[in-house]
């Protein structure tokens, strides 16, 4: 996500203003003409980066002008909530209050139900014209699967971040506390609940770090590949369903979480803890395992060295199920995605291409990865002399510049800094040899399904369960309705719209219209 990238300042509406952009080719005669700065206002989401919620004037920070000022522009950046993106979008739909450029995160496509009512509304502009045009790097560096997810009526109308490998959540474990476990580190289910025993054994607090509504907390479910999601449907019989439809596997998913809540093996009050409140318990040492993107493994490494100097976090392969495989959702090969205003100007327009094609050139790429030359990095022998910070405060503020302000990216992994440093290169050697090869696919459909935009309790959504399954796993987990009832959920689900969803999928498998196979 940025989602990390590619997930408040305010908690209302906000905006970002970015003033004319040039691109780094050479302009064409009518550009040469001097012009004075085109504003343009662009929503996004605070990715819950605590050094830009800790700024008293985001648009005053050094990154900020620096960047305006490498691509000729003057931003003003205001920033949504990540928790209340999707309302906020919906409150811009409903009030015609929508900025000349609304950045979103992961998941929001233009054939999906979050944004398609908007795109038929003629609130967004195609791009096909403008991208040849003013976006010639973006057109090549980014792969055409990535494109295929921002079409609509086949005609592009975002600009993405993309994703060269469709796995990037991953296990992480502080090694440290492991080791003082004297267990190996944890292959299957079975062996990751006994780490987490000895962990609690050991003093630490809340071993398996659960996030409120399950979020980056999913690993047992795709070890078990039951995850409720809009891209994980599965034939069974003659009808193609959701895969928490399994209900053994379902049921021994369940029971794991139910298992870890009884022991205390994570949080009492998991079902209220937001990514703040589970960041912070990650970062004082109460938790030893959790999951998160593989490339913000950096990250962790540095925030939690400040309540234990001697932390050590490591990515490992995820705990696996009875078929031998886990891992944790596969990806679309898209991140954020940059919209644009159907009411801009066309000379507008072109300037929003141009500052997000920047984004992908050589010179882009070198400062948000490095910075400004003489502050942060110098030149040696043609080459980048860089140091990477070290402290949790410098790191977020790396983040910040080189995650937050760069809307265009390979999010996958940052292989141009990772290779700088050798905790760096050790991300990338256990991205490639561990994240690529696990990760739970399943039937999915584009465009998502209609029915599951159209009933609220049994909608699917690409990383959201529907509320109602959502809610009957919590009381499972409390110990409030038996995990024996989960057939009786099921047709709870159907009755709440689960039988149209059902159909709707089942007759576009059969008819092969829209539909993508996993791996």
């Known amino acids: 996500m940025k989602r990390w990238k590619k997930a408040g300042m305010l908690a209302s509406l906000t905006y970002v203003t970015i003033v004319g952009c040039s691109s780094p080719a050479a302009p064409k005669a009518a550009d040469n003409k001097p012009q004075g700065p085109v504003k343009i206002s662009i929503s996004m989401s605070d990715s819950l980066n605590k050094y830009a919620l800790a700024s008293t004037d ?7 002008k620096k960047l305006g000022e490498l ?16 309302p906020k979008t919906a409150l811009m739909f409903a009030s015609n209050d929508i900025p000349d450029v609304m950045n979103t995160i992961q998941g929001m496509f233009p054939e999906g139900p979050d944004m398609s009512g908007a795109i038929k509304g003629g609130l967004f502009m195609p791009l096909d014209d403008l991208l040849k045009e003013y976006g010639q790097d973006l057109l090549k560096a980014i792969p055409k699967e990535a494109w295929n997810e921002v079409k609509y009526n086949g005609k592009i109308y975002a600009i993405p971040e993309y994703l ?9 474990i502080r090694k440290d506390l492991l080791d003082q476990t004297g267990l190996p580190a ?13 962990m609690k054994k050991n003093g630490v607090a809340e071993p398996f770090a659960f996030r409120k509504d399950f979020v980056y907390s999913d690993v047992i479910f795709g070890a078990y590949d039951v995850m409720p999601y809009s891209t994980m449907f599965e034939k069974i019989g003659d009808q193609v369903v959701p895969k928490f439809f399994k209900v053994e596997a379902m049921q021994k998913a369940l029971q794991v979480y139910k298992t870890m ?12 803890l937001d990514g703040n409140k589970w960041t912070n318990n990650i970062n004082a040492g109460k938790s030893g395992v959790w999951n998160h993107n593989a490339n913000l493994l950096l990250n962790w490494i540095n925030t939690t060295k400040p309540a234990n100097a001697k932390s050590e ?16 959702m596969k990806y679309s090969y898209t991140g954020g995605l940059s919209y644009i205003n159907s009411k801009v100007s066309q000379e ?11 984004m992908i ?18 030149m040696k022998d043609g080459k980048v002399a860089y140091k990477q910070p070290t402290t949790p405060e410098g790191t977020l503020e790396e983040q910040f510049r080189s995650v937050m302000l760069r809307l265009v990216e390979d999010t996958a992994l940052n292989r141009t800094l990772l290779n700088t440093t050798e905790d760096g290169k050790k991300l990338v050697q256990q991205f490639d040899t561990i994240v690529t090869k696990e990760g739970r696919s399943g039937i999915a459909f584009q465009p998502e399904l209609a029915a599951s935009a159209k009933y609220t309790d049994a909608g699917i959504k690409f990383s959201d369960m529907p509320p109602v399954i959502l809610d009957h796993m919590l009381k499972m987990v409390y110990g409030k309705e038996p995990i024996s009832d989960w057939p009786k959920v099921l047709e709870e689900w159907k009755s709440k719209g689960g039988n149209d969803i059902i159909k709707e999928a089942t007759d576009r498998y059969n008819q092969k219209s829209g539909v993508i196979m996993g791996d």
């Open 348 to 358: 507008k327009a072109a300037a929003i291409v141009k500052f997000h094609n920047y």
């Open 164 to 172: 060269s490998s469709s796995t990037r959540r991953a296990t992480f």
């Open 58 to 64: 985001i648009n005053k920070d050094k990154w900020v």
């Open 71 to 86: 691509t000729n522009t003057e931003l003003d950046i205001r920033l949504v909530p990540h928790a209340e993106f999707k």
């Open 186 to 198: 944890p292959k299957t289910v079975d062996d990751l609940l006994n780490v987490l025993r000895a």
């Open 361 to 378: 050139t050589e010179a882009g790429d070198r400062f948000f990865n490095f910075g400004i030359e003489g502050d942060t990095y110098t």
């Open 313 to 328: 976090v490591i990515i490992i392969p995820s705990p696996v199920g009875d078929d031998g495989k886990g891992g944790m």
């Open 261 to 272: 809540y009884d022991e205390g093996l994570m949080a009492k009050d998991f079902a209220s």
